[in-house]
């Protein structure tokens, strides 16, 4: 089993200042790893995912995130953030097991307020 | 179009009502989840579906009931509604069951009174 821990339950930020938002993983086998955004009272918006390849994977709305498999960890990173990026982010797992169900296991969000 | 579409996007109902929320994915894709958030915004998987094959179901209590009639749409229906169902039921879609990105609706708002 997976499990996601995001240990930031809330970060304050100034507008145009940088924000790095946290997230460690648990899994016994290879993952994907991803970041979704949710604007109030919206539905999920994938930011960026990391399936394979290069660590650093870069999203929409200038976001990227870095995997560290020797940390176990996928923190998301923007070097200067606006007032619109106020919203809830989510970081997910799924086990990369050919040939079985995806299933996502999402940590418990953090709440990132930008304010001017 | 909506490539994600839910019904209704809020529902005020009384304890021990039954209830079905539906939804509909014009995105021609093969698995269809459904997921709940919690009051704390807290996600967790319910069922999967992929090709109206049942593939995932959680730990979920036996009043809930998921129904895909065809591969574009995913119901859930919610039999004698406690508080505690009170939450947002999220569909999401995917194009294959070991396909990693999920495309999700907007989201059900069930409020239990």
């Known amino acids: 089993a997976q499990s996601v821990t995001q240990l930031d339950s809330q970060v304050p930020v100034f507008e145009e200042a940088p924000v790095e938002l946290r997230c460690n993983y648990s899994s016994s086998v290879s993952v994907y790893l991803f970041w979704y955004v949710q604007y109030p009272n919206q539905g999920l918006q994938l930011l960026l995912k990391?399936?394979?390849?290069?660590?650093l994977v870069k999203g929409i709305n200038g976001f990227e995130a870095e995997f560290n498999k020797s940390q176990t960890s996928f923190h998301l990173r923007k070097p200067s953030v606006h007032i619109s990026d106020t919203a809830e982010y989510f970081c997910?797992?799924?086990?990369?097991?050919?040939?079985?169900?995806?299933?996502?296991?999402f940590g418990t969000g953090t709440r990132l307020q930008v304010t001017l | 179009d909506t490539a994600v579409s839910q019904t209704p996007k809020y529902l005020v109902t009384q304890m021990g009502n039954d209830k079905s929320i539906k939804c509909e994915q014009n995105l021609g894709h093969d698995t269809m989840y459904w997921y709940k958030q919690d009051s704390k915004k807290f996600l967790k998987i319910m069922f999967s579906y992929n090709n109206k094959e049942l593939i995932i179901n959680e730990t979920v209590p036996n009043r809930f009931s998921p129904k895909s009639p065809d591969k574009a749409h995913l119901n859930l229906h919610i039999n004698s509604l406690e508080l505690g169902d009170s939450a947002v039921y999220f569909c999401a879609t995917a194009r294959g069951y070991n396909v990693e990105t999920q495309y999700f609706g907007p989201g059900t708002r069930l409020l239990v009174l």
């Open positions: 990391y399936l394979s390849g290069s660590t």
């Open positions: 997910a797992v799924s086990a990369s097991i050919t040939g079985t169900a995806s299933k996502l296991t």
